[in-house]
């Protein structure tokens, strides 16, 4: 795939992994890409890098417009090897190239690389000239790593935003108005649950710092660029980051003998009579990281599971743990499972759900088998407190 020019002088440089389907435990099941710009000035600047595997494609790309060794800035917006992994190939070509980054990207990058590039630190709101045109930094610590930063040009319109905004698809399609809407959209909001979710104060605060500015592209470090669908994207952002919810419940179990599966489906009627829209999700046929895309703008979260050697099944304490991690805010959440005697896994789902922030409305708990008369009891008790 030849570079793109997204405007004059101005070129997409970076690496699609048509292969990746585990990025740190999130199913990339659309692959990704890692985008890398470059700009032609009077100081030639390469906006972050590519991971290292990928690094010749990069300079393979970068070559076809000018010789590599001419680069004279290497943006680094974010240290994570995905963006930064191609920094040592790139600098052992341009010698001369300055590295520029934020205080914590300095950090960042030594504690990675080892090395001692020449480096420029920046600060939020400072500017660096290229030339015709003008880069403005805006740091944007924990969206979502100490170090992120990004960075705008006002002369072309273009923010360049590293993960903000990304989605995990490889295409060669670059720009969000050649691809399905539907399906970047739905890509975007999954990478948010997953990665950027624990951050929604910080997201609201880079929102306030980039609504001054005047954007008609932003050149995202992951997947599609959006020129066509802005306003868009903003909207979610400022909507998932304000931790808003809808009438809409996410019902996540594991199972032995289906009895926790019986448990869950009474679960999701009763909220279906109460309003709600409502979401199954089995465990052992579904990742967790699309159930974070459910869960993101869900009121009610009821995680089950039968007790199997006085715990939770494995797959459920690992869901908790994930979900915990990324710690949704404003949520409630119910705790259910069957059980054989101790029955423990729905005290610890309860502990755990309430360690991680929710507030936890019921537990159900039933012996064994459930029968009607038990299933219906339930819902109606259920359903008073709904
Ligand atoms: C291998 C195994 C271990 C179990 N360990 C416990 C246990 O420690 N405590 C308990 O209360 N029930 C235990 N049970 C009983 C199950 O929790 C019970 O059969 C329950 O109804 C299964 O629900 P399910 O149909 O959703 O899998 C165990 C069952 C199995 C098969």
Redesign the pocket.
């Known amino acids: 795939m030849q570079p793109v020019e997204l405007k004059k002088d101005i070129y997409w440089v970076g690496a699609i992994d048509w292969d990746l389907r585990n990025f740190h435990g999130y199913l990339t099941q659309r692959g990704s890409s890692y985008n890398a710009y470059l700009i032609i000035d009077e100081k030639i600047t390469l906006i972050d890098t590519v991971k290292g595997l990928f690094a010749d494609e990069l300079l393979d790309r970068v070559s076809k417009i000018i010789d590599p060794s001419k680069i004279d800035y290497i943006v680094s917006n974010h240290v994570e090897m995905d963006h930064s992994g191609s920094l040592p190939k790139i600098l052992e070509l341009a010698k001369n190239a300055t590295v520029i980054t934020s205080p914590n990207g300095l950090n960042g990058l030594k504690a990675h690389y080892k090395k001692n590039w020449n480096f420029k630190i920046i600060k939020s709101g400072e500017h660096l000239s290229l030339g015709k045109r003008t880069l403005e930094f805006i740091l944007t610590p924990m969206v979502h790593w100490p170090d992120n930063m990004v960075c705008y040009i006002p002369q072309e319109k273009i923010l360049f935003s590293n993960d903000a905004f990304g989605q995990h698809i490889a295409s060669t399609e670059r720009f969000d108005d050649m691809y399905s809407f539907e399906v970047v959209m739905e890509e975007a909001k999954k990478y948010y649950a997953n990665i950027v979710l624990p951050y929604g104060t910080q997201v609201q605060n880079v929102l306030k710092s980039v609504s001054g500015l005047d954007i008609k592209m932003i050149a995202t470090s992951h997947g599609l660029i959006w020129r066509e669908h802005i306003s868009k994207i903003v909207e979610e952002y400022t909507k998932w980051a304000s931790n808003k919810t809808e009438k809409k419940a996410v019902i996540v179990y594991d ?7 019986k448990i869950a489906s009474k679960i999701q009627q009763a909220f279906e009579d109460k309003g709600y829209k409502t979401i199954l999700k089995n465990l052992q046929t579904n990742h967790i990281s699309d159930i974070m895309t459910d869960i993101i703008t869900s009121e009610y979260i009821c995680v089950g599971s ?5 715990n939770m099944m494995p797959n459920t304490a690992g869901f908790l743990t994930y979900l915990k991690g990324l710690a949704p805010k404003n949520r409630k959440a119910i705790a259910f499972g ?7 896994s729905i005290k610890q789902i309860a502990d755990a759900l309430t360690e991680a922030g929710f507030k936890v409305e019921d537990n159900i708990k039933i012996n ?2 459930p029968n009607r008369e038990d299933l219906n009891k339930m819902i109606e008790l259920l359903k008073e407190k709904l």
């Open positions: 199972t032995m003998w289906n009895s926790t599966k039968p007790t199997l050697n006085n069957s059980y054989g005697w101790g029955g423990q064994y088998i």
